[in-house]
């Protein structure tokens, strides 16, 4: 029988700031989200984070560490002009969120410029966003990822697939209309529930043969259209690994850039002991096998595996700290360890 949904933990930002500020702050950035002519002033005064055909612009400091800088709209106003382009542009940025000082913060997107023109003029260089996600710290990765998923979706969301005609957009970049047939479309995410599956002393991990050598990841699936997240969940486990998960747990959840935007539900989930031969299906992973404690422990120690003289990695890791996935595989051996 499954057990209802529980949350295991009390987010830092439940507890960490002041109501007041905190709804002030939201009533604003929905009132610059909804409202075009607050979102045009927003902008006037706002944060602008540069992309290059969907790269986000990382600038490295002195001390070797890398920023996400936030430009002023008089700067990208100044950048484009000294590129020849129309300062005009800068009002296709896409609002993402506001500071902790109602400060708006918005995407741009400048793919359609030299790279190196604007990289030279900005003191920075434009990264592909895994690589950003490692180089980055803590709060600027989701940050960033939200900025590259609005800017993805504006991009491919052109079109209207009832009528064929050019949608558009409003000023925040919060939705996209086709004034022909009054559809109104909102950014996409697809659900995806991730697990970690206990047997009570071991953790299942599986790979797909796209993952790096030698890493290994809770398991993950995409929920189907009317699925509740229990239900896919249980669907997953038994149609990658052949086991029937008996109890689950709710742990936390993430947006997920990668490949396009998902939205990670994260749980723990228990099997019977008496129960875990795992068959995998080898059309969706490549292996899936029980890792002990120990075996665990040390993989979340690899901060960067070790690799032959072809670039492959020569041990067992799992993902790096920025993915959800390593939350659940490091909660998983807190428990153990609370257990013994
Ligand atoms: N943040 C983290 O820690 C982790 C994140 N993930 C993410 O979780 C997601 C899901 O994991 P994965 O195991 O690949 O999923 P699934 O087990 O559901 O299998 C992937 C298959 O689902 C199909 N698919 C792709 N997109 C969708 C969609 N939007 N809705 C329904 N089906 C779809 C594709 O099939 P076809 O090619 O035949 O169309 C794809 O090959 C991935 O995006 C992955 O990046 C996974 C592990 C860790
Ligand atoms: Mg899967």
Same mark, same amino acid.
């Given at each position: 029988?499954?057990? *209802? #949904?529980?949350?295991?933990?009390?987010? $830092?930002?439940?507890?960490?700031?002041?109501?007041? &500020?905190?709804?002030?702050?939201?009533?604003?950035?929905?009132?610059?989200?909804?409202?075009?002519?607050?979102?045009?002033?927003?902008?006037?005064?706002? @944060?602008?984070?540069?992309?290059?055909?969907?790269?986000? /612009?990382?600038?490295?400091?002195?001390?070797?560490?890398?920023? #996400?800088?936030?430009? !002023?709209?008089?700067?990208?106003?100044?950048?484009?002009?000294?590129?020849?382009?129309?300062?005009?542009?800068?009002?296709?940025?896409?609002?993402?969120?506001?500071?902790?000082?109602?400060?708006?913060?918005?995407? =741009?997107?400048?793919?359609?410029?030299?790279?190196?023109?604007?990289?030279?003029?900005?003191?920075?260089? =434009?990264?592909?966003? %895994?690589?950003?996600? =490692?180089?980055?710290?803590?709060?600027?990765?989701?940050?960033?990822?939200?900025?590259?998923?609005?800017? %993805?979706?504006?991009?491919?969301?052109?079109?209207?697939? &009832?009528?064929? !005609?050019?949608?558009? %957009?409003?000023?925040?970049?919060?939705?996209?209309?086709?004034?022909?047939?009054?559809?109104?479309?909102?950014?996409?995410?697809?659900?995806?529930?991730?697990? /970690?599956?206990?047997?009570? $002393?071991?953790?299942?991990?599986?790979? !797909?043969?796209?993952? *790096?050598?030698?890493?290994?990841?809770? /398991?993950?699936?995409?929920?189907?259209?009317?699925?509740?997240?229990?239900?896919?969940?249980? %669907?997953?486990?038994?149609?990658?690994?052949?086991?029937?998960?008996?109890?689950?747990?709710?742990?936390?959840?993430?947006?997920?850039?990668?490949?396009?935007?998902?939205?990670?539900?994260?749980?723990?989930?228990?099997?019977?002991?008496?129960?875990?031969?795992?068959?995998?299906?080898?059309?969706?992973?490549?292996?899936?096998?029980?890792?002990?404690?120990?075996?665990? !422990?040390?993989?979340?120690?690899?901060?960067? *595996? *070790?690799?032959?003289? $072809?670039?492959?990695?020569?041990?067992?890791?799992?993902?790096?700290?920025?993915?959800?996935?390593?939350? /659940?595989?490091?909660?998983?051996? @807190?428990?153990?360890? #609370?257990?013994?």
């Amino acid at each position: 029988m499954l057990q *209802p #949904l529980r949350i295991l933990f009390r987010p $830092k930002w439940m507890v960490s700031r002041s109501s007041a &500020s905190y709804v002030s702050r939201m009533r604003h950035l929905n009132k610059i989200k909804e409202e075009d002519e607050a979102c045009r002033a927003a902008l006037q005064s706002g @944060n602008i984070f540069l992309y290059h055909k969907l790269a986000p /612009l990382l600038r490295r400091t002195d001390s070797g560490i890398y920023q #996400l800088p936030a430009l !002023q709209t008089k700067d990208v106003e100044e950048i484009l002009e000294k590129l020849g382009e129309d300062k005009e542009m800068v009002k296709e940025s896409i609002l993402i969120n506001c500071t902790e000082q109602n400060e708006a913060q918005f995407s =741009f997107d400048v793919g359609a410029i030299e790279q190196a023109a604007v990289e030279e003029l900005c003191r920075g260089t =434009f990264v592909d966003l %895994r690589k950003a996600f =490692f180089l980055l710290r803590g709060s600027e990765a989701p940050l960033v990822a939200r900025g590259q998923a609005l800017l %993805r979706w504006h991009q491919t969301n052109g079109f209207c697939s &009832s009528t064929g !005609q050019p949608t558009q %957009r409003n000023q925040s970049g919060s939705q996209r209309v086709c004034h022909s047939s009054g559809i109104t479309y909102y950014p996409k995410m697809s659900p995806v529930v991730i697990v /970690l599956v206990s047997d009570g $002393k071991r953790c299942l991990l599986g790979r !797909q043969s796209t993952f *790096p050598r030698g890493m290994y990841s809770a /398991l993950a699936g995409f929920c189907d259209i009317g699925e509740t997240m229990e239900e896919a969940l249980r %669907r997953e486990i038994a149609e990658e690994v052949g086991l029937e998960v008996e109890s689950i747990q709710y742990s936390c959840s993430q947006h997920w850039p990668f490949p396009q935007s998902s939205f990670m539900v994260a749980c723990h989930a228990t099997v019977n002991p008496d129960k875990t031969h795992v068959s995998v299906d080898k059309v969706e992973l490549e292996d899936a096998r029980w890792f002990s404690l120990e075996e665990v !422990q040390e993989a979340l120690t690899i901060k960067a *595996p *070790p690799r032959n003289n $072809k670039g492959e990695p020569t041990v067992f890791w799992v993902p790096p700290s920025y993915a959800i996935a390593n939350r /659940l595989i490091q909660e998983w051996a @807190n428990q153990q360890h #609370l257990k013994s």
